[in-house]
């Protein structure tokens, strides 16, 4: 793989991971609610999910999707039910959170282990990512050199990106949390997050292969 492919792929993944979407929403949720360090057990749970769905993908689980519209459509409403209970959860949430201005303090902080497992389940609820994997990452390999070192760096880089985008997202949460102290904003906060997590799950029903 040559340097310029290389760079194309990066530049091209950056602005990928940069668009909203369920993974870096959960990311800044939780951050605003429980602070940038227990983010990092849902960015660890997401992380994971996204290798693990990248590797599948790369080992022929796309093409069993592509396949199989019935399996495809089964994966698809189990995720898009996570991410429409995912904005439930948060949107009954609005009037728990945010009374008074401690309250971002008194918010009872989650066990990290449960931030991981729903940073995880909100990472692995896209069965859509496998075939997005299976047609973005080999647009970039040279197929006269050894595939597995080239789809190595690609998914090191790809994971390195994610990585500084989640950051960012829940730093802006961390920024936000003051802000959001007010309780009437931070319902409006909970409402508006919970509404695009229901969103997410709409959209993600609606899909087609």
Same mark, same amino acid.
């Given at each position: 793989?040559?340097?310029?492919?290389?760079?194309?792929?990066? /530049?091209?993944?950056?602005?990928?991971?940069?668009?909203?979407?369920?993974?870096?929403?959960?990311? $800044?949720?939780?951050?605003?609610?429980?602070?940038?360090?227990?983010?990092?057990?849902? $960015? /660890?749970?997401? $992380?994971?999910?996204?290798?693990?769905?990248?590797? /599948?993908?790369?080992?022929?689980?796309?093409?069993?999707?592509?396949?199989?519209?019935?399996?495809?459509?089964?994966?698809?409403?189990?995720?898009?039910?996570?991410?429409?209970?995912?904005?439930?959860?948060?949107?009954?949430?609005?009037?728990?959170?945010?009374?008074?201005?401690?309250?971002?303090?008194?918010?009872?902080?989650?066990?990290?282990?449960?931030?991981?497992?729903?940073?995880?389940?909100?990472?692995?609820?896209?069965?859509?990512?496998?075939?997005?994997?299976?047609?973005?990452?080999?647009?970039?390999?040279?197929?006269?050199?050894?595939?597995?070192?080239?789809?190595?760096?690609?998914?090191? &880089?790809?994971?390195?990106?994610?990585?500084?985008?989640?950051?960012?997202?829940?730093?802006?949460?961390?920024?936000?949390?003051?802000?959001?102290?007010?309780?009437?904003?931070?319902?409006?906060?909970?409402?508006? &997050?919970?509404?695009?997590?229901?969103?997410?799950?709409?959209?993600?029903?609606?899909?087609?292969?």
């Amino acid at each position: 793989m040559s340097f310029h492919t290389w760079l194309l792929f990066a /530049a091209t993944a950056f602005l990928l991971s940069a668009m909203p979407g369920p993974n870096m929403m959960h990311v $800044m949720s939780i951050s605003v609610r429980q602070g940038l360090l227990r983010s990092t057990g849902v $960015m /660890a749970g997401c $992380m994971l999910a996204i290798v693990l769905v990248v590797c /599948a993908s790369l080992a022929g689980m796309a093409g069993v999707l592509a396949t199989s519209p019935r399996l495809f459509a089964v994966l698809r409403v189990v995720g898009a039910a996570y991410l429409v209970f995912l904005g439930v959860r948060v949107w009954m949430a609005r009037d728990t959170e945010g009374e008074g201005a401690q309250a971002a303090d008194e918010c009872p902080p989650a066990a990290w282990h449960d931030l991981f497992r729903d940073g995880f389940l909100t990472g692995i609820s896209n069965p859509k990512l496998l075939l997005f994997a299976a047609a973005f990452l080999p647009q970039f390999v040279n197929p006269a050199a050894p595939h597995m070192p080239q789809y190595g760096l690609l998914v090191t &880089t790809f994971v390195f990106v994610e990585a500084f985008w989640y950051l960012v997202y829940a730093g802006g949460g961390r920024m936000l949390s003051a802000w959001l102290r007010t309780p009437v904003v931070r319902r409006v906060f909970a409402i508006v &997050t919970g509404l695009v997590f229901m969103g997410f799950g709409a959209m993600l029903l609606l899909a087609r292969v």
